[in-house]
Structures are given as structure tokens and as C-alpha cells.
């Protein structure tokens, strides 16, 4: 059993995004080691290091379903409302980030309880 291992490859030969061919070497009976190449264009990689492994693509999922909502909750409830940077006295220049209600310096993840929603088109307004 065990996990089966990946052999996908992006040939550093021919750019084929394709997988990794593998056959051992013997040496009479005894197994000397494993000829490693691309099994669309054949091109031979010297060892396992310099194999192109296509990688990162199917990481294994650490959270459950269950955790991943109940941390979007969290996150939904506390962290995203109240935040200075979508309060109306909210005021950002290259200087300083500043709350007009407090008169006072702020920082764009504070929280406040006088928290006063800003205009929605000045989030996300797609300016460029
Ligand atoms: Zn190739």
C-alpha cells in the first residue's frame, strides 16, 4: 500500500507536461540504480534531484471542511466589520493613518466601537 508516488513531471527537455518514466538498473541480478527520464521525449535526467517534479499542485488538506468555515466565521464576526480602514473617519495619507472621530493616530486593522460604516465605493472601487 502507501502513498503512490508522484511522477509528474514538466519535461525540462521538451516543456511536455508529462510524467516521469522509471527504470531500474541492474547489474546482473543486483539493482544498481534507476534510469529516470520523460516519457514523451525520452530525455534522460541524471539523477532525482535534477527531475522536474511538477509539485504543490495537490497538497494534502490539512483542515477539514468544519475547520476552514468555522475559522471564516471567526473572522467574518470579529475581524472584518469594525476595522478602521472601512470606518467613514477613516483617513489614510502617506504619512499617517488617522481617525477623524478620535483625533488620533490609528492603524488600518484597529477596531472600534464607534465604528461608522464607510461609503462601499471606497472598497474595492477597481481604480487602477
Ligand atoms: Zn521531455
Redesign the pocket.
Known amino acids: 500500500m502507501g502513498m503512490k508516488k508522484s511522477v509528474e513531471i514538466i519535461?525540462?527537455?521538451?516543456?511536455?507536461d508529462?510524467l516521469l518514466q522509471r527504470d531500474a538498473l541492474y547489474d546482473g541480478f543486483t539493482k544498481t540504480g534507476e534510469k529516470l527520464s520523460?516519457?514523451?521525449?525520452?530525455?534522460e535526467y541524471a539523477s532525482e534531484n535534477e527531475v522536474p517534479f511538477k509539485t504543490k499542485t495537490a497538497e494534502p488538506v490539512i483542515f477539514t471542511e468544519a475547520d476552514r468555515s468555522e475559522a471564516a466565521d471567526v473572522f467574518d464576526e470579529s475581524e472584518n466589520k469594525n476595522l478602521c480602514r472601512y470606518c467613514a473617519n477613516y483617513i489614510v495619507n502617506p504619512f499617517t493613518q488617522f481617525c477623524s472621530k478620535h483625533k488620533k493616530e490609528v492603524q488600518a486593522t484597529d477596531t472600534c466601537p464607534q465604528f461608522e460604516q464607510a461609503e462601499e465605493k471606497q472598497i474595492g472601487d477597481g481604480l487602477l
Open positions: 519535461c525540462r527537455n521538451c516543456g511536455a508529462t520523460c516519457s514523451s521525449c525520452g530525455f
